[in-house]
C-alpha cells in the first residue's frame, strides 16, 4: 500500500514539474504560460495527497500556521486560470492588461509554489533537513 501511494505521489509529481518545465517553452506568451504553469501547479499540489490522503492534506492546509499561504496560493491559481480562460473573448485592449493580471498572478503562484515545496518536505522524514543543509553547501560564500 504504501508502495503504490508513493508511485502515485512521484508520478503526479514528476507530471506536475514536466508541466512547469514545458511551460517555459510558451514564456513569452504570459496567458499560455499562465495556465500550462498553473497545471504544473495543481498536478504537483495532488501529488502529496497520495502521500498523507485528501481529507488530511486539506485540514492541514487550512490549519491556522498555513491558512494565509494557502489562501494566497490558491487565489492565485484561481486567477491565472480564470485570465487565461477569458483570453480569447475579450477586447484587444483587455488583453494587454490580461497579460499583465497573469504575470501578477504568476510572482504571486510561485511565491506559493515556494511555500508549497517546503511544506511537501515536512511528509518526507528528514527531507527539510537534507534540503537546507544541501542549500547552506551550494550558496554558502565561505571556502
Do not use: H
Request: net charge positive.
Amino acid at each position: 500500500m504504501k508502495k503504490q501511494r508513493f508511485y502515485g505521489f512521484a508520478i503526479c509529481l514528476s507530471a506536475g514539474l514536466t508541466c512547469t518545465l514545458l511551460s517555459m517553452l510558451v514564456f513569452f506568451n504570459p496567458v499560455k504560460f499562465g495556465i500550462t504553469f498553473t497545471l504544473g501547479n495543481l498536478m504537483a499540489l495532488g501529488s502529496t495527497a497520495f502521500l498523507i490522503g485528501p481529507q488530511r492534506q486539506v485540514t492541514m492546509m487550512l490549519d491556522p500556521a498555513r491558512i494565509y499561504a494557502t489562501a494566497l496560493y490558491l487565489a492565485s491559481i484561481i486567477i491565472a486560470l480564470r485570465i487565461g480562460n477569458f483570453q480569447s473573448i475579450v477586447e484587444e485592449e483587455e488583453v494587454v492588461r490580461n497579460k499583465l493580471l497573469t504575470l501578477l498572478a504568476i510572482i504571486l503562484e510561485f511565491s506559493g509554489l515556494i511555500w508549497y515545496a517546503k511544506y511537501s518536505l515536512s511528509y518526507i522524514p528528514f527531507a527539510r533537513a537534507m534540503v537546507s543543509k544541501v542549500f547552506m553547501t551550494c550558496f554558502d560564500t565561505e571556502f
